[in-house]
């Protein structure tokens, strides 16, 4: 960028960061988004996901300061040399996963996911589920509190939480994860191509019923999930220079 950007905002309701979006507003001004050349988002990874979502048919790039708790898909904050940052910031293209997801009443619910697609049961009962990928059955019958299915951008998030492995983001992979399996109680999940149609199938779903989510996306009472790529959908996030999010994602598996 040779000339200094136009900014429009994308900003967290809490205190800091509208404290934040007044002083980069003094500074430098905001535009509407329809006039910017780049999408500055303040808050943490919540309103990141917000702002990818709320964007994702503008061919903007978006750059992100933490005025939120962990922000790992944000950059540090500070506004004194903000436009230097800009131009020289290192942009990476994310791709969600699409969730197609049908309910127990014959419903078709789609959404987008940039982190993850989680399944989570709905009541005492453990949820059965069986997994099928690319039209091959591979497990008949998981019984977990749980399973997700997640990006290389998300998967230091839920996924990781969850004892899932990190995903470089040139490793074409996606990590499906169980949550909490009952049986096989050994299964750890598996590494999925991330080109892959994956299908989940409820069992026995009025009994032990399941809710499907795609980032902040709930579909409930779903007999049916399926996840497929979408790659005529990709966002732009900007890094700071040497702060990509390649490198922090390989900097996060050498954390103690």
Same mark, same amino acid.
């Given at each position: 960028?040779?000339?200094?950007p136009k900014?429009?905002?994308?900003?967290a309701p809490?205190p800091d960061a509208q404290?934040a979006?007044?002083e980069?507003?003094?500074l430098y001004?905001?535009h509407?988004?329809?006039s910017?050349?780049?999408?500055?988002?303040?808050?943490?990874?919540?309103?990141?996901?917000?702002?990818l979502?709320?964007?994702?048919?503008?061919?903007l790039?978006?750059?992100g300061m933490?005025r939120?708790s962990?922000?790992?898909l944000?950059?540090?904050w500070?506004t004194?040399?903000?436009?230097d940052r800009l131009t020289?910031?290192?942009?990476?293209a994310?791709?969600p996963?699409?969730?197609?997801?049908?309910?127990r009443?014959?419903?078709?619910?789609?959404?987008?996911a940039?982190?993850?697609?989680s399944?989570?049961r709905?009541?005492?009962?453990?949820?059965?589920i069986?997994?099928s990928?690319?039209g091959?059955?591979r497990?008949?019958?998981?019984?977990?509190?749980?399973?997700?299915?997640?990006?290389p951008?998300g998967s230091?998030a839920?996924n +990781?939480?969850a004892h #899932?492995p990190?995903?470089?983001?040139?490793?074409n992979v996606?990590?499906?994860? *169980?949550i $909490? &399996?009952f049986?096989?109680?050994?299964?750890?999940?598996? +590494?999925?191509?991330s #080109?892959a149609?994956?299908r989940f199938?409820?069992l026995?779903a009025?009994r032990? *019923?399941? $809710? &499907?989510?795609?980032?902040f996306?709930?579909?409930?009472?779903?007999?049916q999930v399926d996840i497929?790529p979408?790659?005529?959908?990709?966002r732009?996030l900007?890094f700071?220079?040497g702060e990509?999010?390649e490198?922090r994602?390989?900097?996060?598996?050498?954390e103690s």
């Amino acid at each position: 960028m040779s000339n200094a950007p136009k900014l429009s905002c994308i900003c967290a309701p809490t205190p800091d960061a509208q404290a934040a979006r007044a002083e980069v507003e003094r500074l430098y001004g905001l535009h509407p988004v329809e006039s910017s050349d780049v999408v500055l988002v303040l808050g943490g990874d919540g309103t990141m996901l917000e702002a990818l979502h709320r964007t994702i048919d503008l061919d903007l790039p978006v750059y992100g300061m933490n005025r939120g708790s962990v922000g790992f898909l944000l950059n540090s904050w500070r506004t004194e040399d903000l436009m230097d940052r800009l131009t020289h910031a290192e942009g990476v293209a994310i791709y969600p996963l699409g969730m197609n997801a049908l309910t127990r009443e014959g419903e078709s619910r789609e959404a987008l996911a940039f982190n993850e697609i989680s399944l989570f049961r709905e009541s005492r009962y453990a949820a059965k589920i069986g997994i099928s990928v690319d039209g091959i059955e591979r497990l008949p019958e998981l019984i977990c509190d749980g399973i997700l299915v997640s990006t290389p951008a998300g998967s230091t998030a839920y996924n +990781l939480s969850a004892h #899932g492995p990190i995903l470089p983001l040139s490793a074409n992979v996606l990590a499906m994860t *169980p949550i $909490s &399996a009952f049986r096989p109680r050994r299964w750890r999940g598996a +590494l999925i191509p991330s #080109g892959a149609h994956i299908r989940f199938e409820i069992l026995d779903a009025l009994r032990r *019923p399941v $809710s &499907a989510t795609a980032d902040f996306t709930e579909v409930r009472g779903v007999v049916q999930v399926d996840i497929s790529p979408c790659l005529n959908r990709s966002r732009t996030l900007l890094f700071d220079s040497g702060e990509s999010l390649e490198e922090r994602i390989l900097k996060e598996q050498f954390e103690s």
